[in-house]
Nanobody, 124 residues
Framework: QVQVVESGGGLVQAGGSLRLSCAAS????????MGWFRQAPGKEREFVAA????????YYADSVKGRFAISRDNAKNTVYLQMNSLKPEDTAVYYC?????????????????WGQGTQVTVSS
C-alpha cells in the first residue's frame, strides 16, 4: 500500500525555522523524484521544491530560494524540507508528493502520489 506521510509542521515566529519530513512507502523509493508543494487559504497549490531520485538535482521556487533546502535519505525512504528565515507569507498547508521516474517537476500534475499535508503557520 502506497503511503506518503508528512510531519513537522507547526506554529513558528517570523524568522524562525522548521524542518518538515515526508516518509514514503512507495516500493522502490529511489525511483521517485520527490516534491513539496503548498497551498495557502484562498490560493492555488504552488510548487515549493523538488529533488531528483538520486538527490543530485534540486529545484526551488523563487520565493523560497536561499531559505529552504530539500534533501532525501533513500535508506530511510524520507525526504526533508528545511525551512529557515520563515515569513508570514510562508503560512500554508505543505504537501509532499512522489513523481515516478521523474526528475523533480514543478508541475503538480506529474506527481503520482500525495500526502495529506501538514500545516505551517508563521506569525508576525
Amino acid at each position: 500500500q502506497v503511503q506518503v506521510v508528512e510531519s513537522g509542521g507547526g506554529l513558528v515566529q517570523a524568522g524562525g525555522s522548521l524542518r518538515l519530513s515526508c516518509a514514503a512507502s512507495l516500493g522502490t523509493f529511489s525511483s521517485y523524484a520527490m516534491g513539496w508543494f503548498r497551498q495557502a487559504p484562498g490560493k492555488e497549490r504552488e510548487f515549493v521544491a523538488a529533488i531528483s531520485w538520486g538527490g543530485r538535482s534540486t529545484y526551488y521556487a523563487d520565493s523560497v530560494k536561499g531559505r529552504f533546502a530539500i534533501s532525501r535519505d533513500n535508506a530511510k525512504n524520507t525526504v526533508y524540507l528545511q525551512m529557515n528565515s520563515l515569513k508570514p507569507e510562508d503560512t500554508a498547508v505543505y504537501y509532499c508528493a512522489a513523481e515516478h521516474l521523474g526528475i523533480g517537476s514543478t508541475w503538480s500534475r506529474t506527481y503520482n502520489f500525495w500526502g495529506q499535508g501538514t500545516q505551517v503557520t508563521v506569525s508576525s
